[in-house]
């Protein structure tokens, strides 16, 4: 019998995260702090199996969950931006930019490996998460995975694994 694979995808009304953030443009320019409820949808490409599943969704949508919980009700700041330092003194992170220091609690701050606050950086760093943990790609024979970020109604970011030779 042919191999079938099918795309699934999740796309919850809580899988989601709030964060503040500013986008950095240049060594002089970026956005004022605000903040999002970002949406976050996964989907992957797997082989049907004989069941007429590809895998548990419940666990996927737990993964996903969960690492949208570390991230909400954060600040979030792009550790990896050449034009942004962080620092901490204490309680509190001083974040400096362009000359000019912000400050902010440390416990309501969480510095990401990424280059700046988008959506495209976050739905990066959320893919290589999934990625990452365990053995899910691997045990189910993912061949394709791409997450998407947005942070309202017509407004995201993507980013997709693809297996070698898929």
Known sequence: MKERITRIEISKE??????????IFSATERERLHGHNFAVHVSVDAPVL???MCFSYLELKERIRRLC?????????????????????GDLVAVTFDGASMY?????TKGLPITNSTVEEYSNYLLNRLLDDDDFVERNDVRR??????????QSGSSTWLRAGS
């Open 50 to 52: 004989e069941n007429g």
């Open 145 to 154: 995975l791409a997450v998407k970020v947005a942070s309202g109604p017509g």
């Open 104 to 108: 902010f609690l440390r416990s309501d």
């Open 14 to 23: 809580d899988i989601k995260f709030s964060a503040a953030h500013f986008t």
């Open 69 to 89: 919980r570390e991230l909400d009700e954060y600040t979030i700041l792009p550790m990896n931006s050449p034009y942004l330092e962080c620092k901490e003194e």
